[in-house]
């Protein structure tokens, strides 16, 4: 019942964020069913890439990254009296990798000239958490890369 909760109130809170910052009803719950389930389908032919909002990419962002999480680890993290992220586990080396990874390939698009500095760390940590998560939204080319 507890996975069932966490996931219903995360969907939930995804789906408010993406109508606050500016998607339909439709493409929220749409888009955060999808997210949620690292699925990464969208109701637009160009994905993510088709909502201009940078807060819509920052908040798929986070829920990218928190979906790559096992909810049992969340259902643990629930009960636990301290409730605190121990950097033994698992996800502690995915999201220092997450971080890693992000800063390299925004530091190369930004000095190569590619993208502005802010447009280098948005579109490098969209693409690194929708690969990461194995989620599959895409923000722009990154073939390029």
């Given at each position: 019942m507890a996975l069932w909760v966490i996931?219903?109130?995360?969907?939930?809170?995804?789906?408010?964020?993406l109508m606050l910052?500016?998607?339909?009803?439709?493409?929220?719950?749409n888009h955060a069913f999808t997210t949620l389930a690292t699925g990464g389908?969208?109701?637009?032919?160009?994905?993510?890439?088709?909502?201009?909002?940078p807060w819509i990419h920052w908040?798929?962002?986070?829920?990218?990254?928190i979906a790559s999480g096992s909810f049992l680890l969340y259902?643990?993290?629930?009960?636990r009296k301290e409730g605190r992220f121990k950097p033994d586990e698992p996800l502690g080396g995915f999201l220092i990798a997450m971080v890693?990874?992000?800063v390299l390939i925004s530091l190369a698009r930004w000095?190569?000239?590619e993208t502005g500095f802010w447009h280098s760390i948005l579109g490098s940590a969209f693409q690194v958490a929708s690969i990461g998560?194995?989620?599959?939204?895409a923000s722009e080319n990154y073939d390029k890369w």
């Open positions: 996931y219903t109130a995360l969907t939930a809170i995804c789906t408010g964020g910052f500016g998607m339909s009803g439709f493409d929220a719950i389908f969208s109701t637009q032919n160009a994905s993510i890439a088709a909502y201009e909002s908040w798929l962002i986070l829920f990218m990254v259902v643990r993290w629930l009960y890693v990874s992000t000095l190569s000239g998560s194995t989620t599959g939204f």
